[in-house]
């Protein structure tokens, strides 16, 4: 008889003892990866050793809202100021943990902040030139500040930097954070910067100086009725904003200047300052829900070619132009069907601040069919054409204009006319 057949047998006659011995395997296999998978988890998650004194090639990674950084430091009041690496072995100061973050330009440090008042107290500012990105632990709960008497802010930041659930508080002396450099592409979110009341300095509580393509979002500026800047862009393109309200500034709440250009703002909320929106320079920036509230003057707009969509003040209307009961004549061309010259009828060049026309008054010299348009001195086409039926002659008429934007400031509106017979007038206000 065969081995092979010898040994068919064999498990032919034991069959009754499989079912047992199978469960006894499953249950030794599932006692062991139920003790060794934490320390395998342990190992893939943080890539190797993570001892931060080890001298192997091994690195550790940290994950905060889907992006991986290269370390995470620590900072508490309460901390030990030992290494840095958990709140109970936590760094005292935001100095020390700026200063042990690392300086390859290719890494990423996060840093969390517990609660507190965290003075980082030293002339001019603390620099921060690495990769560093700060996490707070509220807006009201976290609080950096420089008292120093030569400070000029509290961070100034060259490279990429995040900052998020935290405040600035600025003083006389000190502002708050200086943007420099298009290294920085900045993400800034559930910010507040403060100041004490009746700030006399000329401080900025937020300066943005060569800083591109940075997202500034749900941040409330407190001025306390000080002569100082909100947000000063200078020399700054592509930067968002969106969700910021700015309250009791005496000074400015945003200036625009050296050459900054298409700069996002979107809903925006400017609330007793002395100059609500100030733009100096640059191109091309675009406000979309804007609102301005108990401003001395709302916007001081010396440029006059940005974008302007839904912005509201207290003071909308003006008054009727020309403010008389003559109006300005337009004139159509000779001929049936044809336009005539475009005439000036709003000079809005020693305005500077953009402006609504919410209707054109008009009347008609005969009973006929007349054909509208209009344009403005920054536009190279026509934004508005319509057609007005004129049932008889004199017949004055309110047109509920629907431009698709706020005129900028300093911006001249022109009307020209034709009628179906040709050789008629218009009267407009």
Avoid at 368 to 385: L, T
Wanted: charged share 15%; proline share 1%; with cysteine.
């Amino acid at each position: 008889m065969s081995t092979l057949y010898k040994i068919k047998k064999f498990f032919i006659e034991n069959y009754r003892y499989y079912i047992p011995l199978i469960i006894i395997i499953l249950l030794i296999f599932s006692i062991f990866f139920s003790v060794l998978s934490p320390f395998i988890y342990y190992y893939i998650t943080n890539e190797g050793d993570i001892d931060r004194d080890s001298t192997t090639t091994t690195t550790t990674t940290y994950t905060y809202n889907n992006i991986i950084y290269d370390d995470a430091v620590y900072v508490h009041k309460d901390g030990d100021n030992s290494d840095g690496e958990s709140w109970e072995t936590a760094y005292t100061t935001m100095n020390v943990a700026v200063a042990v973050s690392s300086v390859d330009l290719d890494d990423m440090t996060i840093i969390f902040v517990g609660l507190g008042l965290f003075d980082v107290d030293v002339a001019e500012q603390l620099d921060i030139n690495k990769n560093i990105h700060i996490v707070g632990s509220g807006r009201h709960g976290t609080v950096f500040s420089n008292s120093h008497i030569l400070a000029d802010f509290v961070f100034n930041v060259t490279r990429h930097f995040g900052i998020e659930y935290s405040s600035i508080y600025f003083n006389s002396s000190s502002g708050g954070i200086n943007v420099y450099g298009n290294n920085t592409n900045i993400q800034m979110l559930n910010m507040g910067f403060d100041t004490e009341h009746d700030n006399t300095g000329t401080t900025e509580a937020l300066r943005i100086d060569y800083g591109e393509h940075g997202r500034y979002e749900t941040i409330h500026f407190h001025g306390e009725n000080t002569t100082t800047t909100a947000i000063n862009i200078s020399n700054s393109d592509y930067n968002h904003f969106n969700d910021i309200e700015i309250h009791d500034f005496n000074g400015t709440g945003i200036q625009i200047c050296n050459d900054s250009n298409g700069n996002i703002f979107s809903t925006i909320y400017i609330d007793g300052t002395a100059l609500g929106l100030d733009i100096d320079s640059g191109v091309g920036q675009y406000f979309r829900n804007f609102e301005l509230f108990n401003c001395t003057v709302n916007i001081d707009d010396e440029v006059g070619n940005s974008y302007w969509y839904n912005v509201i003040t207290e003071s909308m209307i003006a008054g009727i132009t020309p403010d008389n009961l003559v109006g300005i004549n337009i004139n159509t061309a000779i001929g049936a069907d044809t336009y005539g010259l475009d005439v000036l009828v709003f000079d809005g060049s020693a305005i500077d601040s953009p402006y609504y026309i919410i209707a054109l008054i008009f009347e008609t010299s005969a009973g006929e069919r007349y054909g509208f348009r209009a344009w403005y001195s920054f536009s190279s086409e026509y934004i508005y054409e319509t057609i007005i039926e004129a049932k008889f002659a004199n017949q004055i008429e309110r047109l509920e204009a629907t431009f698709p934007r706020l005129f900028n400031a300093h911006s001249q509106i022109y009307i020209s006319i034709k009628s179906e017979s040709g050789n008629d007038d218009m009267t407009v206000w």
